[in-house]
């Protein structure tokens, strides 16, 4: 069965693993390490018994408003809504522990995968951010509102 709990110093040598398989340009330990520290209880792993699958992390901005700072599920459990439960857990922890209005990243805009997931999250692009991960490799801005006002327009 797959759990979603806090992340924690035992967590973090898997969770550089699932980094570098991700990302051309991973975090570096140390920094993954600090977020534990910065991020608190909006540092995720979701695990089947001791085997971590992904790992989200997320931040409070300006009290209002929760950034997703990192997330990545292992290449071969990809796919299987591990991505989903880390995600809608964040979002959940955001609006209800620290409310946050609205949930903000940035994904590259070669990231395919990425953008479509979070379309289908409801999360829309309202800015591009350029040269963001270096020269030419340009960010979309995106942005989901956690209220669902409805009925305000
Ligand atoms: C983005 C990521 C975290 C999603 O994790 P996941 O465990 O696969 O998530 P889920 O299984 O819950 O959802 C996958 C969704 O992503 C989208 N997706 C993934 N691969 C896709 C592809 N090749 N084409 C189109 N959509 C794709 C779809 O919306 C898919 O949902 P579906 O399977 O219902 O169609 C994962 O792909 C990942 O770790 N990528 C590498 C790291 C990364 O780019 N992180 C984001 C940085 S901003």
Do not use: W
């Not at 759990?3 to 699932?18: G, H, V």
């Not at 534990?36 to 085997?51: C, F, I, Q, R």
């Not at 995968?113 to 040269?131: C, G, H, L, P, Q």
């Amino acid at each position: 069965m797959v759990i979603i709990t806090n992340a924690t110093e035992q967590d973090l040598t898997q969770i550089y693993e699932i980094e570098n398989e991700s990302f051309e340009q991973p975090y570096p330990y140390s920094l993954l390490k600090a977020y534990l520290y910065l991020s608190g209880d909006l540092y995720l792993v979701a695990k089947e018994n001791d085997y971590v699958l992904g790992y989200i992390i997320g931040i409070v901005q300006f009290k209002i408003r929760g950034h997703l700072v990192s997330i990545a599920t292992r290449e071969n459990s990809r796919r299987n809504g591990i991505g989903s439960i880390l995600l809608s857990e964040l979002e959940r922890r955001f609006k209800i522990a620290y409310n946050c209005f609205y949930s903000v990243l940035e994904v590259m805009t070669t990231n395919k995968e990425a953008i479509s997931f979070y379309s289908n999250r409801s999360y829309y692009i309202v800015n591009t951010k350029k040269n963001y991960y270096g020269r030419g490799k340009h960010a979309y801005l995106m942005l989901k509102d956690l209220l669902e006002r409805r009925g305000l327009e």
